[in-house]
């Protein structure tokens, strides 16, 4: 199957949501690049046409706490929760627990909570590929995450 990428969305295929409430949880891990993931999908909300007022951000240390805030989030009346973070491989197999645990987690929240919680995290093996997927020559998933949401919200 070949990748979509929802970088370049088309508006008008997406409907109305300016009635929506988006809350997004990103972490401070590789805030160079999750900042950029922040601003891709703030931007791409409010293009979409929902006010500012009604996007809530949270900012968690790592990907590892994007679970946590993204729990807290589901208590602040939103339509969508869009959880961002970037874990790059290391030495370690530290890389291996976080992404497993943060999927797995947002995975669950999914389930336990009748509201979509979108999976923003850059799995990547070198900070070059982050850097591609942020605002570089593969787009922003961040913007993805963002169309994602409203999509899963609209379908609710
Ligand atoms: C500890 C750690 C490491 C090594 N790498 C990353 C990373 O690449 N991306 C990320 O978002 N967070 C990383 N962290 C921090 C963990 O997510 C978490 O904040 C700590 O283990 C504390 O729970």
């Given amino acids: 199957m070949s990748s979509q990428n929802l970088s370049n969305f088309n508006k008008s295929d997406i409907g109305d949501c300016s009635h929506l409430?988006?809350?997004i949880v990103y972490s401070s891990w590789n805030s160079?690049?999750?900042?950029n993931l922040y601003d891709g999908a703030f931007t791409t909300l409010i293009e979409l046409g929902i006010n500012k007022e009604n996007i809530t951000s949270f900012k968690v240390p790592g990907s590892f706490e994007l679970v946590y805030g993204a729990n807290k989030m589901s208590n602040k009346n939103v339509d969508a929760i869009?959880?961002?973070?970037c874990v790059i491989r290391g030495e370690t197999s530290h890389f291996d627990y976080i992404c497993n645990s943060v999927s797995n987690g947002i995975m669950n929240?999914?389930?336990e909570l009748d509201i979509?919680?979108?999976f923003g995290v850059l799995t990547d093996n070198t900070k070059q590929q982050s850097l591609d997927r942020s605002g570089g020559k593969l787009g922003n998933k961040g913007i993805?995450?963002?169309v994602t949401a409203v999509q899963m919200a609209l379908l609710k």
Avoid at 32 to 35: K, L, M, P, R, V
Avoid at 82 to 85: A, D, E, K, N, P
């Fill in 82 to 85: 869009i959880c961002l973070g």
């Fill in 116 to 118: 979509p919680v979108i």
């Fill in 21 to 23: 409430k988006i809350g």
């Fill in 32 to 35: 160079d690049i999750t900042d």
């Fill in 109 to 111: 929240l999914n389930i």
């Fill in 144 to 146: 993805e995450a963002a």
